[in-house]
């Protein structure tokens, strides 16, 4: 990996070794993970990079195992472990069209839930061992981990529905679907591209449920997803089950703030 100076002595992003050097770069908003900058290289190619703390093969693996799927990615042009530069993407928006083929991606099945290995959530770990039933899998690989960042008695409240309710509640003949993971309205551009994936193999209701967690889902999308693959009956009684993952993950990132959030769907599901 080498990182290029322009002529004037500005700094410009590291580039994984093979690619032609970088002429121009801006910075553009990037999450709390990561830097990122829209950059023109010597042969007039524009392209993202993205260093972050994290291995970046796992972003890279991710987009284009959506790209397989038919999600509409942006292609990885190169990657190594700590840099990922990925084509820059424009177009008008299409939620609508960004909806059907979310659902013609869950549509891509695996034999059972979780990954071929572990990756991350934001900056956090996030394990994804292969196992048959989905209940067992949100419960013991995407809730369990999370108890001891709550307070006693909310533990308790989560600790109890994992035993009890909870597998009742989301067995719905759940197939194994690949899944964005990571789906909020930061990680669309454009109306119309999907971008910094956690994929597995999961309830494809979970996508959906993050998306309305954070800014609710745009009615076009919902309605090109419903025409390809509506979701089953009772998605409505889920879907405050399957935000807790989400809502889990940011405790840890970002503290006491999204306790309350966590109590709610707890309240709302009567655990």
């Not at 194994?176 to 956690?198: E, K, M, T, Y």
């Amino acid at each position: 990996m080498r990182r290029p100076t322009d002529a004037d002595g500005t700094g410009l992003p590291p580039l994984p070794d093979g690619l032609p050097a970088a002429v121009s770069a801006r910075p553009l908003q990037g999450g709390d993970i990561a830097q990122v900058w829209e950059v023109v290289l010597a042969d007039d190619q524009r392209v993202v990079v993205k260093t972050a703390a994290t291995d970046a093969t796992l972003e890279a693996e991710g987009l284009e195992a959506l790209r397989a799927a038919g999600a509409p990615a942006p292609r990885v042009v190169a990657v190594d472990p700590r840099v990922l530069v990925i084509e820059h993407v424009t177009g008008p928006p299409d939620l609508h069209a960004l909806g059907r083929e979310l659902a013609t991606a869950h549509q891509t099945l695996g034999e059972a839930f979780g990954w071929t290995r572990d990756n991350v959530i934001g900056s956090l770990p996030q394990a994804n061992p292969w196992t048959d039933d989905w209940p067992t899998f949100y419960a013991e690989q995407r809730l369990a981990p999370y108890l001891p960042d709550l307070p006693t008695e909310q533990a308790a409240r989560l600790s109890d529905a994992i035993e009890g309710p909870l597998p009742d509640l989301l067995d719905h003949d759940v197939p194994a679907s690949l899944v964005h993971g990571d789906l909020w309205g930061g990680n669309i551009v454009g109306g119309r591209w999907l971008i910094d994936p956690a994929v597995h193999h999961a309830d494809r209701e979970i996508d959906l449920a993050m998306l309305d967690l954070f800014g609710g889902v745009p009615r076009a999308l919902q309605t090109g997803y419903d025409e390809v693959w509506p979701c089953d009956d009772g998605w409505q009684r889920r879907r405050p089950a399957l935000q807790l993952y989400h809502l889990l993950v940011h405790v840890r990132l970002f503290g006491a703030g999204y306790l309350g959030a966590v109590s709610h769907r707890l309240d709302e599901l009567g655990w």
